[in-house]
């Protein structure tokens, strides 16, 4: 594709909701990335993947976060029993990296802004 | 902890003035140290900075690193009211392929 898309664009969701939002990369980028920004703050990394596994979740704040890259290409979010400080913009990006070495350029999708009430 | 620090973290400027965004980095094991231009949501790329003294320039845009003194300068000449953005600083170490982002520098550009 041209960039990189994010659905949905919005999410309202209501306290202790299941949601899932999704990725997807450039055609052809082998690494994808999950970022969350809050307002105000720049974006906080969460998990990349490069192909179908997961490389670094570190930023995974707790067990309620998950992602899933099943075929390498779309990913999927997913957020269980969701808290009101889930709320901001996730934020995904891809890359064309093929390993740990070389410097590599992360290209971003528009986000999901979650609100959760 | 890896940390990137911006400065200021907003400014108001006139159109056709010149503005200098900073941004200084402390990170394990640094690779390159990128900018981006964020309006609405998506951080859109502007430059990727390995080496020090070698200014990136792209139009009006300009960007320089130095790595002795660990940090960056991101410069707009003769500034447009389309320019209005948050700019955004990252950090990209050698190992983890995660971008450790400043929290930007908020520019409002006035006509």
């Known amino acids: 594709g041209a960039g990189v898309s994010q659905t949905p664009s919005n999410k309202v969701t209501e306290k202790g909701k299941y949601v899932e939002l999704r990725c997807d990369p450039i055609?052809?980028?082998?690494?994808l990335y999950w970022y969350r920004q809050s307002l105000g703050q720049g974006p906080e990394f969460l998990i990349y993947?490069?192909?179908?596994?997961?490389?670094?979740d570190s930023g995974l704040p707790n067990d309620r976060f998950f992602a899933v890259r099943p075929e390498g290409s779309v990913s999927t979010l997913k957020i269980q029993r969701t808290e009101r400080g889930d709320s901001a913009v996730y934020l995904c990006?891809?890359?064309?990296?093929?390993?740990?070495?070389?410097?590599?350029?992360?290209?971003f999708g528009p986000g999901t802004r979650l609100t959760v009430l | 902890e890896d940390k990137v620090v911006q400065s200021p973290l907003s400014l108001v400027v006139h159109e056709g003035d010149t503005v200098t965004l900073n941004c200084s980095y402390e990170?394990?094991?640094?690779?390159?140290l990128l900018w981006y231009k964020q309006e609405k949501k998506a951080p859109t790329f502007l430059f990727m900075l390995?080496?020090?003294?070698i200014e990136k320039k792209s139009g009006r845009l300009s960007s320089i690193l130095d790595k002795k003194e660990l940090f960056s300068i991101l410069n707009i000449t003769a500034t447009q009211t389309g320019d209005s953005a948050i700019y955004l600083c990252?950090?990209?170490?050698?190992?983890?392929?995660?971008?450790?982002f400043g929290a930007g520098t908020i520019l409002r550009v006035k006509s």
């Open positions: 993947f490069q192909g179908t596994g997961a490389a670094d």
């Open positions: 990006a891809s890359s064309l990296r093929r390993g740990p070495v070389g410097t590599d350029t992360q290209y």
């Open positions: 990252a950090a990209e170490p050698t190992y983890g392929n995660k971008l450790v």
């Open positions: 990170v394990t094991n640094f690779r390159s």
């Open positions: 055609s052809g980028h082998t690494a």
């Open positions: 390995t080496s020090s003294g």
